[in-house]
Structures are given as structure tokens and as C-alpha cells.
């Protein structure tokens, strides 16, 4: 049996030795390279350009600008940027591109035969701005005073509401109400790989680019929208990815880079281009988790049971949408907690500002909202003087419960189990010891008397799969292979074009097409990525990727063993899964199916604290997913633990400073990811597998889960460790001394 398993990872040798080719190491013959000159304008109009003393250095081959691209607009979800920021662009898109809304919109891209060429060749770019009003604060967005987008008439768009119930007998049914004003931070995706891409012409005559991302369709589809060419005639395939995490679903190089072969094939120059970004142009140049503002009141009865739940979130988008308002779908859903919540109003919105924009990253607004509940819910126990865990046990969502958006949850309800599980492994009945020794600083270890230690616990739910009606699919190939006398193939073949950004998707994708065909696993292949060679697997985000390469896998598997018994050789099945439909959410009430599937967490967190210096050590967290299935556990295990350090930076260290639009520390020196000393010490990975009855073999996604409920857990550690409560984050130093001078 192939499921279950955990055999080596084909690509481990060479990302280890440096052998893997990434984006930026591919060899190219006689190659140009590519510049992507910024506007470093984060609200402004461009009224003159020059390119004449650029295009005189020496080795410069070609600037192109807003008026060489075709259609200049692109977005994932809507075509609210464009392309290039300039003059006499051909006028065929819906925004205007002669203003600059965000420090990194692009306002060129010139292409010469150096590196050191092309920048020179930027520095001498004449560009006459005249500056406008930057709207940097949340509240200044919402007065609309100034518009970053003046064609929607608001700087605040895609308003979602929940009404559920009665507030009134909600509030009345109250013995107590707990609330607050909570801020969530911006968030970096840092990966190790930054943007790099090369493009050239294939030998089918098609526009080639070869890069890092999540959704080698979708980048096809918005380069063709862009170039104004038919999809067919651009092809769009993945190095190695050297990490995602939701930062690379969105358009960084794919368009620009193709625009430039375009430009280059036209001149009759049959030349590959190549383009890296150096560090701080990746953490300028891409957008970030969304920083937002929640107000949120809470009520329960005497013995925990909640009543009524209120939430007013806000969700900061940035200059274009990017996914805000997807994002915010999740966040709106999410804000209440996985309960049984008789009584709701929610409303959330989006809102434009001229900061770096907000986008997809790993929970995908799944963090916002289980911050806000589950505090809300920490806090209620606090004031019930209730077990944490117990309150929740009351509250749970169960199988055949109604959700938030007033329908009944997907079957497979599992956090009743996962609770209880997590409790039991974390010994949540039991006295925590004394404080280890500490020495957050190397040279000045802390004094015993001022450690203290605490105990958090947080629950969530997360979805599995595209949402709001996105019309979710995924297709696979698999092709047997044997002599014409052969009972059953001996070797199979699968085609997928799942992105794998580190997760392990390719080995997880060849295990199930071993256990759906009988072949054994060493005598499967795959080719991965491309598509020129693959139907479209949708992206490697929102926790569906197992879920669904393995439903297609197994509705190949099905035709090709069709086709073998009917003696082809090789047999051949392609399959396009589709789930069962999501709903957009009624405008009005939210009502309506906004998921086909879940996946459920817990976790519990152990810290020390400093209270001199305001450090936190998280000693030991253990954290509980059904994942249904675990295709293989030891990827599981990894991307638990991989999960958890992310968040853990998330909520303990990682500042990104924005001021008037300008990311102040655009580099790793300044913007401190944790390190091997700082990530928790024990990281407790409790794989439950209870069965998705939707999923392959029982399978749900979880890659995206042990983020979920981190930073609640944490900061009812620190609660339970100091008194006092923090509604905001990161918890650095600092925060944390203030916290307790003010207690």
C-alpha cells in the first residue's frame, strides 16, 4: 500500500546540495536580461516620461512602457491594476494607468544585455509626477475623503453581512458579554526563493515563461488577457519553488516577462530574457497578509452556553484587490469561531488604501477571524471562570449543526474529537511545571523570579477548497503502460499541473496514483506543472490540492483501467473532478453554502515569560488536525511543524512598518523572521484520521490548519502566564512590557 507511507522525497537530494534548478538557475543560450523599474510612487500621476537617455546606455535592447501593452489590466480576481503605470497606453482596460497607487506598481521594464546595464539604464528614466493625497490610515480610507480608485465612488468595497437569528433575545438571553477592539499586523511571506523568471519562444512558436508559483493555468489565462492573444499560444510552466504560502498565486513577472518576449519575437530577436529580484525589491514588490481592524462583542449564559455574537471587520486591501475579497469571505465566516452560534451580525468590508496590498497567505484570512473568536471565546472563559476547554466542548460545532451563514455544515464535522484529543495530549487537566531557565538574550540570562508560565488553548475550522461559488475543478492524467499480454500494468504515469511549493504535493500526488492503480509506487512518474503537457489542476492554495488532485487521480485511474481492459496500449484516463457546488452568500442575511468541506483544528501553547524584558518563549505547543487521511505522515508532520513556526513569527516577531505607503524595512535584517533559537521548543504534531466523506480515501487538506489557531493560543498563554489580555500583535518585547506596565 502506497497510503500511509512516508518514502523519501524524489526532489530532497538536490534541494539539499543545491542541484535543483529554480527559476533563476536555468540555463538560457546567449540570454537577455529583464529590469522592472518600480514607480516608488505610492499615490501619484505620471504627466511626463522620457526614455531617450535610458535607451542610449550601452547594451540596452528595449524599454517598454505603458504604451506597449495590449490590454493594461490584470488581477486575480478582478482587473483593477495594471500592468505598466505610464502614458498613451492603448486605453483598452478599465483602470487607468496613468496613476501610480502603490510604491511597487510597475513603470517599465527595460531589457538589455547586463544586469548592471538595465539599472543604469533605470536611473536615468525621466518621469514627471504630480503627487496626490496618500491615504495610508484606515480611518481616512473610510471618510472616502480621498479616492484611491475615484471609478468605484468608495475607497470601501465588497460589503458582506450575516444575520442570523434574533439580536435582541441574543443580548437579553445574556448573562455576560465580553468585547473588543482588535488589530491584526501585516505578514511577509519570506520565503527563501525570491521572483525570478525566464521567458522565451518554444519550438511551437509559443511565449514560454518559466517561473515559481501556485496556478500555472490561472498565469497562463492572465498573460493571454493581457498580451491579447489567444490562450493556446502561451505557455506557462514551474521550476523548482522555493516556498509560496499565498504569495505566489498572485502576478509579480509572468505578464511583464512574456510582454518582453513578445516585444523582443516581433523585432525579429530570438533571444531568451531572464529577471531576478533582489530581496527588498521581493518584500516592496508583493503583497502581504491583509492588516484589518475587528470590533467584536460576545455574549453567554451563566453556564457558557453562547447567545449572540457581533463583529464589525475591516480588512485593509491596499492598493487593488489582489484576493481582498476573497480573503475577507474567509474572515467573515471565520470571525464567529467554529460554534453553534444562535444569534449573529457580521459585517465586513474591504477598503483601498495606498499601502502595499493585501493577498492570499497561508489561512487566507482563517487567522484574522480565529484571533478575534477564539480570544473572545478565552476571554469568556476567564470572566465564567470556565475551563477554556470545557466552554468550547458546549459550543462545538457537530455534525449536522448550523453553520454561521444559517445552513446545515458538510458532513464530517470532527473538532468534538479533536478537542477532546488535543486536551488529553496536552494534559490540559494537569498543573503546568516550574520555568525552565532563560536567556532570551545570550549574555543576560533572566532572573528566576521574574519567569512565569502559562497555558493557552485555541479551536478553528478552516475551509477545504475554493469558495463563494467558484466554479472548483481539477483535472489529471494517467497513462498504463505493459505488453499487450499483460493482466495489469507495470508502470503508470501521471500528468498534473499542481504546483509543488514545498509541501510535498508531487510525492503525495504519485502515492495516490500508485494506491488508485496498483502500480507500485517506484514504477510511477509524473510530469508536473506545465501547461502545455496538463489539464488545469486549479492552484496550490486554500488547502485543496490532496483533496482534489486526489479525487481527479482517482477518476483517471477509473478511465485508464477502462482502456487497459479494453486492450490500449498504453491506456490512457483523463478526469476532471468537480465538487459539489458552493453558494455566493445572500446579500442581505449571508445566507447560503459558502463550503463543500472543512478542516478541523486544535491547539494548545505553553510559554514563559520574561517579565523584565517582555521575551516570550513558547516551551511546547501541541497541535491536533483531522486530516482524514495522511497520505503520507511525515509530510504531514512537516507541514504541521513548518505551520506553526510561520505563525509563530506571525504572532512573537515579524513587524512590517508601512508609513504614508513606504515599507520602512524592506529586508530580512530588519524584518525578523524566527530563527533555529526562537521557534518553539517542542512542537507536538497529533494526526488524527477520522474520514472526510468527500475526500480521497477519507483525505482533507490541512496544510493550512496548524496557522489557524496559533495566535489565539499564544495570547491566552500570555494571559494565563501575566493577567494581562493583548488584542493586538506581534507580541515583541516591547508590546509586552507595556502590556504589563499598564496592568
Known amino acids: 500500500m502506497s497510503l500511509g507511507s512516508s518514502p523519501l522525497r524524489p526532489d530532497a537530494w538536490d534541494k539539499v546540495t543545491g542541484a535543483a534548478v529554480y527559476p533563476a538557475d536555468r540555463p538560457l543560450e546567449d540570454p537577455l536580461v529583464a529590469h522592472v523599474v518600480f514607480s516608488n510612487q505610492p499615490h501619484a500621476r505620471v504627466t511626463a516620461m522620457s526614455t531617450a537617455d535610458a535607451q542610449a546606455v550601452d547594451g540596452v535592447v ?35 494607468a496613468d496613476v501610480s497607487r502603490w510604491e511597487a506598481d510597475k513603470i517599465a521594464v527595460i531589457i538589455a544585455e547586463t544586469a548592471e546595464g538595465a539599472r543604469e539604464s533605470a536611473s536615468l528614466l525621466e518621469v514627471a509626477w504630480e503627487p ?52 491584526v499586523p501585516w505578514q511577509e511571506h519570506a520565503y527563501l526563493q525570491v521572483e525570478a523568471a525566464s521567458a522565451w519562444v518554444d519550438d511551437a512558436g509559443r511565449i514560454t515563461v518559466e517561473t515559481s508559483g501556485q496556478w500555472t493555468h490561472e498565469d497562463q489565462e492572465q498573460i493571454a488577457h493581457a498580451l491579447d492573444l489567444p490562450v493556446d499560444e502561451i505557455r506557462v510552466r514551474y521550476a523548482e519553488v522555493g516556498g509560496a504560502f499565498g504569495g505566489k498565486e498572485d502576478m509579480t513577472l509572468q505578464i511583464v516577462m512574456a510582454l518582453a518576449v513578445r516585444h523582443l519575437r516581433n523585432r525579429g530577436i530570438d533571444r531568451p530574457v531572464r529577471c531576478q529580484w533582489s530581496r527588498e525589491e521581493s518584500i516592496v514588490g508583493h503583497h502581504k497578509r491583509h492588516r484589518g481592524r475587528i470590533a467584536a462583542r460576545l455574549g453567554a449564559t451563566r453556564d457558557g452556553r453562547i447567545t449572540a455574537v457581533e463583529a464589525d471587520v475591516i480588512l485593509d486591501a491596499g492598493a487593488y484587490n489582489f484576493t481582498s475579497n476573497k480573503v475577507l469571505g474567509n474572515a467573515h465566516l471565520t470571525v464567529a469561531g467554529a460554534y453553534d452560534v444562535p444569534n449573529a451580525r457580521i459585517d465586513s468590508v474591504a477598503v483601498y488604501t495606498n499601502n502595499v496590498p493585501g493577498g492570499a497567505f497561508r489561512g487566507f484570512g482563517g487567522p484574522q477571524g480565529a484571533f478575534v473568536a477564539e480570544t473572545q471565546m478565552n476571554k469568556l472563559a476567564a470572566e465564567l471562570d470556565m475551563d477554556p476547554v470545557e466552554l468550547r466542548r458546549i459550543n462545538t460545532l457537530t455534525n449536522g449543526s448550523v453553520g454561521i451563514t444559517n445552513v446545515v455544515m458538510p458532513d464530517g464535522v470532527t473538532l468534538p474529537q479533536v478537542i477532546q484529543a488535543c486536551a488529553d495530549s496536552a494534559e490540559m487537566d494537569q498543573a503546568l511545571s516550574a520555568p525552565a531557565p532563560f536567556a532570551p538574550i545570550a549574555s543576560l540570562p533572566s532572573a528566576p523570579d521574574a519567569l512565569v508560565r502559562g497555558r493557552g488553548f485555541a479551536a478553528g475550522y478552516k475551509n477545504v477548497g475554493f469558495s463563494f ?32 511549493v514545498g509541501q510535498g504535493a508531487h510525492l503525495a500526488i504519485c502515492q495516490m496514483t500508485a494506491e ?61 473532478f468537480v465538487p459539489p457546488p458552493t453558494e455566493i452568500l445572500d446579500a442581505e442575511t449571508g445566507e447560503g453554502q459558502p463550503n463543500f468541506s472543512y478542516g478541523y483544528m486544535a491547539q494548545a501553547v505553553e510559554v514563559t515569560v520574561d517579565l523584565e524584558t517582555g521575551h516570550i518563549r513558547v516551551d511546547r505547543v501541541v497541535s491536533t488536525h483531522d486530516v482524514g487521511r495522511a497520505i503520507n505522515p511525515e509530510l504531514v508532520k512537516g507541514q504541521i511543524e513548518g505551520a506553526v513556526v510561520q505563525a509563530h513569527g506571525y504572532v512573537v516577531s515579524e ?89
Open 132 to 183: 496626490l493625497p496618500i491615504v495610508g490610515d484606515l480611518d481616512h480610507a473610510l471618510s472616502d475623503q480621498v479616492l484611491v480608485h475615484p471609478e468605484t465612488g468608495s475607497n470601501s468595497y465588497n460589503p458582506l453581512r450575516i444575520r442570523k437569528g434574533d439580536m435582541d433575545a441574543g443580548w437579553a438571553a445574556a448573562d455576560v458579554v465580553v468585547e473588543g477592539v482588535y488589530e
Open 62 to 96: 528595449a524599454i517598454l512602457t505603458a504604451a506597449d501593452v495590449p490590454v493594461n489590466e490584470f488581477g486575480l480576481t478582478m482587473f483593477d491594476q495594471p500592468v505598466l503605470v505610464g502614458l498613451n497606453d492603448t486605453g483598452r482596460a478599465a483602470v487607468a
Open 516 to 576: 488508485a492503480t496498483g502500480v507500485a509506487l517506484e514504477s510511477v512518474t509524473g510530469t508536473f506543472s506545465d501547461t502545455a503537457t496538463s489539464g488545469d489542476s486549479g492552484s496550490a492554495s486554500a488547502s485543496r490540492l490532496t483533496f482534489m488532485a486526489g479525487n481527479s487521480i482517482l477518476g483517471a485511474a477509473e478511465e485508464a483501467d477502462k482502456a487497459w481492459r479494453n486492450g490500449d496500449r498504453p491506456a490512457v484516463g483523463k478526469f476532471r
Open 655 to 743: 513587524n512590517l512598518v508601512v508609513d504614508d505607503g513606504r515599507i520602512q524595512n524592506p529586508r530580512l535584517s530588519q524584518y525578523l523572521i524566527p530563527g533555529i533559537g526562537d521557534i518553539p521548543e517542542v512542537v507536538d504534531s497529533v494526526i488524527l484520521e477520522l474520514g472526510d466523506p468527500r475526500g480521497p480515501w477519507g483525505a482533507r487538506g490541512m496544510a493550512e490548519m496548524p496557522y489557524i489557531t496559533y495566535a489565539p493560543a499564544v495570547i491566552a498563554a500570555v494571559h494565563d502566564a501575566t493577567g494581562v489580555w493583548f488584542d493586538a500583535f506581534p507580541l515583541t518585547p516591547s508590546r509586552v512590557l507595556d502590556g504589563l506596565q499598564r496592568r
Open 469 to 500: 461559488g467558484f466554479p472548483e475543478r481539477c483535472e489529471a492524467e494517467i497513462r498504463l503502460h505493459g505488453d499487450p499480454g499483460d493482466h495489469v500494468p507495470t508502470r503508470a504515469e501521471v500528468f498534473h499541473s499542481g504546483a509543488e
